[in-house]
């Protein structure tokens, strides 16, 4: 699931020099989460975080949460304490899970 808010963020992100990417890299990463990823359109949820630039990848969430949506963040203390809010390694380990 995808927001134009949250594409501009993956963009200046993935421009960082630390992560040493080819412009080529960054767009073929942007345009599969357009191609293959859910545009999503969320209802404003009123939350109040720590940091408010993460609100949108919040009320993304929130908006499929009916479909089982997943917040997957390294940052888990910018937002509220919730069963959906997971780190990658704890999302890795429910994917592998269900593999079985």
Do not use: C, W
């Not at 975080?49 to 929130?62: G, R």
């Amino acid at each position: 699931m995808y927001h134009k808010e949250i594409l501009d963020e993956y963009e200046q992100v993935l421009h960082r020099s630390k992560f040493h990417l080819r412009e080529e890299t960054i767009r073929t990463v942007l345009n599969a989460v357009r191609l293959y990823g859910l545009e999503v359109f969320p209802q404003p949820t009123g939350e109040i975080l720590i940091d408010m630039d993460d609100l949108i990848f919040y009320e993304v969430a929130m908006e499929k949460r009916n479909d089982d949506a997943y917040l997957v963040t390294g940052n888990q203390r910018h937002y509220p304490l919730k069963h959906f809010i997971v780190t990658p390694a704890e999302m890795m380990k429910m994917i592998e899970a269900s593999n079985d």
